[in-house]
């Protein structure tokens, strides 16, 4: 059986439209952060897909002590709800701690728990007993079978609004590749998946100091998500990419999006999924 996750009107999963997950890596201030989203909120709505807004209010797994976090969870959850109220966006953000989950749980539509915490029982059964849809994201170091095993930690909360994404898996020192047999594999669960394809461009720490990143293969990525019958893409965007405080060497240009999620929605549309 596949499960449909909805939340605020958006389905996704089987017989539903291609959903899209983005925004910018991290809340920089609120005026960055509300002209991505109010940008992104007016293409999907162009476009006519389901869009679900994404920024950190801190990100904690950097690469770096001196790497930018984010303006934390007080200030970086109500620049979110301000821009929920003003946009009518559906939220997702990500948590990194125990201490954190019922907070943004007040705030955030899904909550996504990280790669890196995928494996963490006591934080991932947190999140689940939330009752919120949870977005998590398969670990670098993980096969795609092994997220049967954390499928099952947050069904056993009683939650089963669950999407699986994919992120790459590691391929020696600062550098991810993509499995697309995992999309097949990890549906298999029942759960719709989501694929990240400028975090699976990404490399991890291949700046010394920050992470390094090719997001020129990005958009084929994406494309071939599709292809293999992903459920919606992850894409994390910036105005200026060049100039973000956090992973803008995988970030897309927004001035590129339209056409993408075109020939995004073209594939999908060709598969007869949708």
């Known amino acids: 059986m596949s499960i449909i996750v909805k ?27 509300f ?15 389901p869009f ?6 801190d990100k904690a797994n950097r690469t770096s002590i001196t790497s930018f976090r984010g303006p934390g969870i007080e200030d970086g959850l109500n620049i979110l709800a301000q821009i929920k109220t ?14 954190e989950v019922n907070t943004a749980a007040q705030i955030l539509d899904i909550i996504q728990i990280p790669a890196f915490l995928c494996r963490q029982t006591d934080f991932v059964l947190e999140v ?28 056993s909360t009683g939650n089963k609004q ?16 993509v499995d697309f047999r995992g ?37 084929i990525l994406a494309r071939a998500a599709v292809a293999a019958g992903a459920d919606g893409i992850f894409m994390e965007v910036h105005k200026d990419p060049d100039r973000a405080l956090c992973d803008g ?14 020939q995004l929605k073209a594939i999908k549309k060709a598969l007869g999924t949708s």
């Not at 007993?129 to 069904?155: C, H, S, Y």
């Not at 999407?163 to 391929?171: K, N, V």
């Open 52 to 57: 679900i807004f994404k920024a950190s209010y």
């Open 183 to 219: 999309i097949k594999i990890m549906q298999a669960t029942g759960y719709p998946v989501i694929f990240d394809a400028t975090h699976s461009v990404q490399m991890p720490g291949g700046a010394g100091t920050r992470s390094g990143g090719q997001r020129e293969f990005a958009p």
């Open 249 to 262: 060497p995988n970030s897309l240009t927004l001035d590129t999006l339209e056409e993408l999620l075109k």
């Open 128 to 155: 689940a007993k939330t009752g919120k849809p949870v977005n998590i994201k398969k670990g670098q170091f993980l096969a795609p079978w092994d997220m049967r095993n954390v499928v099952e930690k947050i069904t």
């Open 7 to 33: 939340t605020d009107g958006i389905f996704i999963g089987q017989g539903h439209p291609l959903a899209l997950v983005s925004g910018p890596c991290v809340i920089e201030d609120y005026e960055t952060t």
């Open 162 to 177: 669950i999407l699986i994404t994919e992120r790459g898996t590691m391929f020696g020192y600062n550098n991810l590749v």
């Open 86 to 99: 003003e946009l009518g966006v559906v939220l997702l953000s990500d948590v990194h701690s125990i201490n």
């Open 35 to 49: 002209e991505i989203a109010s940008f992104l909120k007016e293409l999907t709505q162009k476009l006519d897909i």
